[in-house]
């Protein structure tokens, strides 16, 4: 039989050192609709979420701020970096919302490896393995930027100049 996953013994070998803190964040999101304020994650979006190996997540993310240039490109609006409301709404709900989120990545972690493996020793160190944080994904986050910001500058330069020939 498993426990709960709200078990705080797999919570906190999943988050490491930090948990402390999140269970602290977490109690008051309970009590507030799943909202409680992260600065890292709101201004440091990606990152964060790279950090504490949410790596799908981070692919939503790039996805989602990935199409604003995109669009913008297709229905010729110009507007300058300072300009993506997108990126600035990402980084609100981000900051709102990023405890709740990395609560259900570590709850869906926490469940995936206890049907997984049949004993209790062989769970936690895998939380411990497959929690935490990582640097290397925070780095990976940087060359994902980097590619993206590489790759659609000129896409989009593409989608604005095909745009012009069509309509002229």
């Not at 970096?81 to 990402?90: F, S, T």
Request: charged residues 15%; positive net charge.
């Amino acid at each position: 039989m498993t426990s709960s996953i709200r078990d705080d013994a797999a919570l906190a070998a999943f988050v490491g050192p930090r948990y402390a803190y999140y269970s602290g964040r977490w109690s008051l999101a309970e009590t507030r609709g799943g909202m409680s304020w992260n600065w890292a994650a709101c201004l440091l979006g990606p990152f964060w979420m790279a950090y504490r190996r949410m790596y799908w997540q981070v692919g939503v993310y790039a996805l989602i701020i990935g199409t604003e240039p995109v669009l913008h490109a297709l229905f010729g609006l110009k507007l300058p970096m300072a300009g993506r409301p997108l990126l600035y709404a990402m980084a609100l709900l981000l900051g709102m919302y990023g405890n709740e989120i990395y609560r259900w990545h570590a709850e869906a972690t926490i469940r995936r490896l206890r049907q997984y493996h049949y004993s209790p020793e062989l769970v936690n160190d895998s939380l411990a393995r497959c929690g935490r944080t990582s640097w290397p994904g925070v780095f990976a986050m940087g060359l994902l930027l980097l590619a993206m910001v590489v790759s659609l500058h000129p896409l989009a330069g593409l989608l604005a100049h095909a745009g012009g020939l069509a309509g002229g």
